[in-house]
């Protein structure tokens, strides 16, 4: 079956560091998307992803489908603390499977 | 605001005793997906619903069930709970069109269940 690998599981960075994260697939995914979790609350959509080598941003967080469609990253520049959550990815063919999240902690 | 609204937000009871959470999924959505999150952990997949129907299943136990009502609303029984049952119960909601894609999900606010 279709399996998702994110990583870093988890990161403590520095207020105003750029951070980088990213998900790969065992298949061929048609959709990817990224989510943020604050604790407590539901997932909120960041960024989707339809198209392979498809680049968008959302403010400060740019995300890329990977041409290989196996694979995407996100990308958070000048982080701040409210950036701090757990961030998935889930991407999929004919479902969605969701990673298992990269926690991540901002220093002021 | 993702528009998918769950009831209660908070839900507290003992072992043994039976709970329903209830979804309404955002307007013109047919797809409702049921996830179970417990402390620090990923998202479980429980059960999907389109159009009143079942269409997928995932880690569902025998003591849960779900269904989905011809307004769309869905909900979760959970039922003969016990304290590992205590977690954060998410609704989700998609379109809903045919064919084969992973479709975007929007997600409601969580039920927290705490079993004691």
């Known amino acids: 079956g279709q399996q998702l690998n994110q990583s870093p599981q988890s990161m403590f960075i520095q207020e105003g560091e750029d951070v980088s994260m990213n998900c790969t697939s065992s298949?061929?995914?048609?959709?990817w998307l990224w989510y943020k979790q604050d604790p407590g609350e539901g997932p909120v959509l960041l960024i989707a992803?339809?198209?392979?080598?498809e680049l968008t941003s959302n403010g400060r967080l740019t995300a890329q489908f990977g041409i290989t469609r196996k694979d995407s990253f996100l990308n958070i520049s000048a982080s701040i603390p409210s950036d701090v959550g757990i961030y998935f990815c889930?991407?999929?063919?004919?479902?969605?499977?969701f990673g298992a999240g990269t926690r991540l902690a901002v220093h002021p | 605001d993702s528009g998918v609204t769950q009831t209660p937000k908070h839900l507290i009871t003992a072992t043994g005793q039976r709970v329903t959470l209830r979804c309404s999924p955002r307007?013109?959505?047919?797809?409702v997906y049921w996830y179970q999150q417990s402390l620090d952990q990923g998202l479980q997949f429980l059960i999907q619903?389109?159009?009143?129907?079942?269409?997928a299943k995932g880690n569902i136990l025998e003591r849960f069930s779900a269904q989905q009502f011809p307004d769309l609303h869905s909900e979760l029984n959970l039922s003969s709970l016990e304290l590992g049952d205590s977690a954060l119960y998410f609704c989700?909601?998609?379109?809903?069109?045919?064919?084969?894609?992973?479709?975007?999900?929007?997600f409601g606010p969580g039920t927290r269940l705490l079993v004691l």
């Open positions: 298949s061929i995914f048609n959709t």
């Open positions: 307007s013109g959505d047919l797809s």
């Open positions: 992803l339809y198209k392979a080598g």
């Open positions: 619903y389109y159009n009143g129907e079942e269409r």
């Open positions: 889930a991407g999929g063919y004919n479902k969605l499977i």
């Open positions: 989700a909601s998609s379109v809903g069109l045919a064919g084969f894609s992973a479709e975007t999900q929007y």
